[in-house]
C-alpha cells in the first residue's frame, strides 16, 4: 500500500506559476511510477505527467508539454508538478499517483490516488 497528499494548490493569475507537490508513504517509493492527472468539472479525467522509478524518464500531456515539469526525489519520497505560464484552462483537480507497471498515459493502471488539490487560473 502507498498513500499519497498532495499540496500546493491555489488560486493564480494567468502567467504565473505554482508548485505541486506530493508526499508518499507507506510502500516502497522507489519501485514505483508517478503520475500526475487532472479532472475539470463535466469533464473525464486527463492525463498531465508522469516519470518513471529512477526519474530518468518522462512524459507530458500535448497540452502541457514545454510549461510543466515533474520530477522526483526518491531521498524524500516525493513527487512535484512545477507548472509555468498557466492558463485559465488549467483550472482543475490535480490528481498524483501510482503505479507499480510503470509510466502510462491511462488513469486505470495506477493503482494509488491522492486527495487531489484545486488548482484556480483566473484571467
Known amino acids: 500500500q502507498v498513500q499519497l497528499v498532495e499540496s500546493g494548490g491555489g488560486l493564480v493569475q494567468a502567467g504565473g506559476s505554482l508548485r505541486l507537490s506530493c508526499a508518499a508513504s507507506g510502500g516502497t517509493f522507489r519501485s514505483v511510477a508517478m503520475g500526475w492527472f487532472r479532472q475539470a468539472p463535466g469533464k473525464e479525467r486527463e492525463f498531465v505527467a508522469a516519470?518513471?522509478?529512477?526519474?530518468?524518464?518522462?512524459y507530458y500531456g500535448d497540452s502541457v508539454k514545454g510549461r510543466f515539469t515533474i520530477s522526483r526525489d526518491n531521498a524524500k519520497n516525493t513527487v512535484s508538478l512545477q507548472m509555468n505560464s498557466l492558463k485559465p484552462e488549467d483550472t482543475a483537480v490535480y490528481y498524483c499517483?501510482?503505479?507499480?507497471?510503470?509510466?502510462?498515459?491511462?488513469?486505470?493502471?495506477?493503482?494509488?490516488w491522492g486527495q487531489g488539490t484545486q488548482v484556480t487560473v483566473s484571467s
Open positions: 516519470i518513471n522509478w529512477s526519474g530518468g524518464s518522462t
Open positions: 499517483a501510482a503505479s507499480w507497471s510503470g509510466p502510462s498515459y491511462v488513469s486505470r493502471e495506477y493503482q494509488y
